[in-house]
C-alpha cells in the first residue's frame, strides 16, 4: 500500500496528527514501537486525563509556555482548547472542568479520549503498524526517503510526522529516539532535561514528613540571592523531597548550570511575619502547638516545633521570644540548599527537544527537511501541570496532520 503520511508515534499528537491527515483524505500509516497506542496518554491525569484548560485566552495560554509560548500562537488560532473540546464532544466525550479551568472526561477515563482518537482514525481508513519502533531515518537531497525499523522493514510516502514525544517516563515508549535522527538531519537539539519532576532533598524535616501534603505553600527558586521563579499551590513531602504541583511547576525553572540553587519553602503564603506574631501574642495562653495546627496539619506542627527544639505543650508565652522568631522563620523562609531534580523515570515531562525556529510555527514543517514536520512533546516546548501539555500535542499534532496533507 502506497501512504500519503507516515506518523512515527501514537501518541496524544500522533493520534491528532493522524486523525487530522485521514480525515482531510490521506492515507495514513502510524509505526508505534509499542504493542498498543497511547500508552502515555492512558495514566495522563492519574487516568483521568487532564485534556486541557479553558480558564485563558490564546495569549495567556501560550505564555504558560513562557518566552517561547509565542511559537505556539498561530497553532492555538486555528486549534484552541476550545476547539479541542468541541472536536472531542463532536466524538460523543462529554467534559467537566474542575478548579484551574482543568477539563476532564466527565467518565474520568482517559480511555475514552484513546478510543475516540482510534476509532476516528480507523473510520478515516488510517492504518497501525504496532511493535514497530523506527530505527532510522535515511534522507536524500534534503528529504526524507524512507524509514527503516529494527525489524528490518522499510516504508515510505510523501510526508512524514515526527510525534515520538520525550524522554520521561519511557515504560511508555517516550525513548527520546527521534533526537538523534533530527541531529542526523541537521536539527538542533536543546538538551533534554527531567521537568515537572520531584525535587529531591537530604533534610530530616522533609523525610520525617513523608506522605504528608499541604494544600497551599509558596515555593520559591534562588540562584544566590536571586529570585528565578516562585510557585504557589499543593505539595507532597515524598521519601527524599517533595513532590505536588507546587514542586513539580517549580521544577520547570532549574536552571541548566544548577549552581547555587537553593529552594525556599513558605509554609503560610496567606499570613505574613507581622500577622503571625499578632496571632501568636493574641494567644499567649494557648498551647503553641494548637495555634500552628489552625493553619497547618498537627503532624507538621509537630514537625517543625520538634526541629525548632520547642516542646510540644508549651504555651505560646512559655516560648522566648528569639525561639518564637526562630519558628516564625522557619515557618516563612525555610531554606532547602542545592536541590536536585529526580530523573526521567519520575519526570511527567522532557524540557529541551528540537529547537523551535527550525519549525515553522503555522505548519509544524521543518525548515531543513521539505517533506518532514514534527509536533508534540519533542518540540522544544514545556508547560505546567493542568492540561497545558496535552493542549500543546492537539493543538501540533493537529497542525502537522493539516499541512502533512496539503
Ligand atoms: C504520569 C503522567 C501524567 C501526565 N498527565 C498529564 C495530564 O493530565 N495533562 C496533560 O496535559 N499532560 C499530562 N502529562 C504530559 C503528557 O502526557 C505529554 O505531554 C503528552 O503525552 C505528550 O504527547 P506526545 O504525543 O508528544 O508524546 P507521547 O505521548 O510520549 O507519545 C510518543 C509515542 O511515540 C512512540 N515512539 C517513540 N519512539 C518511537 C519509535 N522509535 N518508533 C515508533 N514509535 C515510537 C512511543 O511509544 C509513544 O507511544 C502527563 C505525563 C505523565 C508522564
Not at 487530522?20 to 514501537?33: C, P, Q
Request: some cysteine; proline content about 3%.
Amino acid at each position: 500500500m502506497i501512504f500519503d503520511v507516515i506518523i512515527i508515534g501514537a501518541g496524544a499528537a500522533g493520534l491528532m496528527a493522524a486523525t487530522r491527515a485521514s480525515e482531510l483524505g490521506a492515507k495514513v500509516l502510524i509505526l508505534e514501537k509499542r504493542a498498543a497506542p497511547g500508552t502515555k496518554l492512558l495514566i495522563t491525569g492519574n487516568g483521568r486525563c487532564n485534556l486541557t484548560n479553558n480558564s485563558l485566552d490564546n495569549r495567556s495560554f501560550a505564555l504558560k509556555f513562557g518566552k517561547k509560548g509565542s511559537f505556539l500562537l498561530s497553532g492555538l488560532s486555528k486549534f484552541s482548547p476550545a476547539e479541542t473540546i468541541d472536536f472531542f464532544f463532536r466524538q460523543g466525550l462529554k467534559t467537566k472542568v474542575e478548579d484551574g479551568g482543568r477539563v476532564f472526561p466527565l467518565s474520568n477515563s482517559s480511555r475514552e479520549v484513546l478510543d475516540i482518537l482510534i476509532s476516528a482514525i480507523k473510520k478515516n481508513g488510517g492504518v497501525f503498524n504496532f511493535s514497530s519502533a523506527v530505527k532510522k531515518i535515511v534522507y536524500q537531497d534534503n528529504k526524507v526517503k524512507e524509514l527503516v525499523t529494527i525489524d528490518g522493514k522499510s516504508f515510505s510516502a510523501k510526508n512524514y510526522i515526527i510525534t515520538t514525544g520525550g524522554k520521561s517516563y519511557s515504560a511508555t515508549g517516550s525513548t527520546g529516539d527521534a533526537y538523534d535522527w533530527l541531529k542526523t538531519a541537521g536539527h538542533n537539539i536543546v538538551e533534554p532535561m527531567p521537568s515537572l519532576t520531584p525535587f529531591i532533598f537530604q533534610d530530616k524535616l522533609i523525610k520525617s514528613l513523608e506522605g504528608l501534603s499541604l494544600k497551599s505553600v509558596k515555593l520559591s527558586m534562588l540562584a544566590g540571592n536571586k529570585k528565578i521563579a516562585s510557585e504557589e499551590g499543593a505539595i507532597i513531602f515524598t521519601d527524599n523531597g517533595l513532590s505536588g504541583p507546587a514542586a513539580l511547576n517549580l521544577s520547570r525553572h532549574y536552571p541548566r548550570d544548577n549552581e547555587n540553587i537553593s529552594v525556599v519553602i513558605d509554609f503560610l503564603p496567606q499570613i505574613n511575619e507581622r500577622e503571625l506574631e499578632n496571632i501568636f501574642n493574641g494567644k499567649n495562653n494557648f498551647l503553641i502547638k494548637n495555634v500552628l495546627a489552625e493553619f497547618v496539619p498537627m503532624r507538621f506542627t509537630l514537625a517543625i516545633l520538634d526541629l525548632c527544639h520547642l516542646e510540644k505543650n508549651l504555651t505560646v508565652n512559655q516560648v522566648a521570644r528569639q525561639d518564637r522568631n526562630n519558628l516564625i522563620k522557619y515557618l516563612k523562609a525555610f531554606s532547602l540548599d542545592k536541590p536536585e531534580l529526580a530523573d526521567f523515570t519520575k519526570a511527567m515531562l522532557t524540557k529541551g527537544g528540537v529547537e523551535l525556529k527550525e519549525i515553522d510555527n503555522r505548519t509544524m514543517k521543518s525548515k531543513i527537511i521539505s517533506n518532514l514536520l514534527v509536533a508534540g512533546e519533542v518540540l522544544d516546548l514545556d508547560g505546567p501541570t493542568g492540561g497545558y501539555n496535552l493542549q500543546l500535542a492537539w493543538t501540533t499534532g493537529y497542525l502537522a496532520g493539516e499541512n502533512s496533507v496539503i
